[in-house]
T-cell receptor, first 112, second 115 residues
Framework: SQQGEEDPQALSIQEGENATMNCSYK?????LQWYRQNSGRGLVHLIL?????REKHSGRLRVTLDTSKKSSSLLITASRAADTASYFCATDARTNAGKSTFGDGTTLTVKP | GAVVSQHPSWVICKSGTSVKIECRSLDFQATTMFWYRQFPKQSLMLMATSNEGSKATYEQGVEKDKFLINHASLTLSTLTVTSAHPEDSSFYICSARGDRYNEQFFGPGTRLTVL
């Protein structure tokens, strides 16, 4: 089964609104990363949060990590049409030989 | 962060031919490289892990004789899709991890279309 699972699967909002996506995982991790992927394109690394961190910011992005609940959230504030993409979380598990496991992703649509 | 490149970025080939995809770490030495496959509207699925100078470790269900992986140097890994068929059409993405960084860095991906 997938280590990371995002919800919701799809999210549609208006430009200017905030978008929140969640990721849950099953085993202990070293770090968790969020990626964006535009349709038919490669991955773009957004942010990495380590297991000893609780919150990180990068521009309009805010990521939280709750290791007790094994969950993370990605908040995009003041969304723009250009934020329309699929967003994946990837976990770097402590006992997985350095592999990252991806969730199914959240497809975000920001309407202008 | 570190830079990982892939070549080609897209390729179209006839059924039955073999296709080689390169993955390079440009500014660091990658002791481990990973190959992923992504079908349309799906997530990335790990295919195999390769360590420099040793045989790749394949995930369950991935045919090692069909997807040949070579990690001959600390900056280059190649994935060869042998005797490609239309069902192999997919987006192939590599990532690299080195001793300088504790994280994986992903390449931009290669879109393979088999006619």
């Amino acid at each position: 089964s997938q280590q990371g699972e995002e919800d919701p699967q799809a999210l549609s909002i208006q430009e200017g609104e905030n978008a929140t996506m969640n990721c849950s995982y099953k085993t202990s991790i070293n770090n968790l990363q969020w990626y964006r992927q535009n349709s038919g394109r490669g991955l773009v690394h957004l942010i990495l949060i380590r297991s000893n961190e609780r919150e990180k910011h990068s521009g309009r992005l805010r990521v939280t990590l709750d290791t007790s609940k094994k969950s993370s959230s990605l908040l995009i504030t003041a969304s723009r049409a250009a934020d329309t993409a699929s967003y994946f979380c990837a976990t770097d598990a402590r006992t997985n030989a350095g592999k990252s496991t991806f969730g199914d992703g959240t497809t975000l649509t920001v309407k202008p | 962060g570190a830079v990982v490149s892939q070549h080609p970025s897209w390729v179209i080939c006839k059924s039955g031919t073999s296709v080689k995809i390169e993955c390079r770490s440009l500014d660091f030495q990658a002791t481990t490289m990973f190959w992923y496959r992504q079908f349309p509207k799906q997530s990335l699925m790990l295919m195999a892990t390769s360590n420099e100078g040793s045989k790749a470790t394949y995930e369950q269900g991935v045919e090692k004789d069909k997807f040949l992986i070579n990690h001959a140097s600390l900056t280059l890994s190649t994935l060869t899709v042998t005797s490609a068929h239309p069902e192999d059409s997919s987006f192939y993405i590599c990532s690299a991890r080195g001793d300088r960084y504790n994280e994986q860095f992903f390449g931009p991906g290669t879109r393979l279309t088999v006619l």
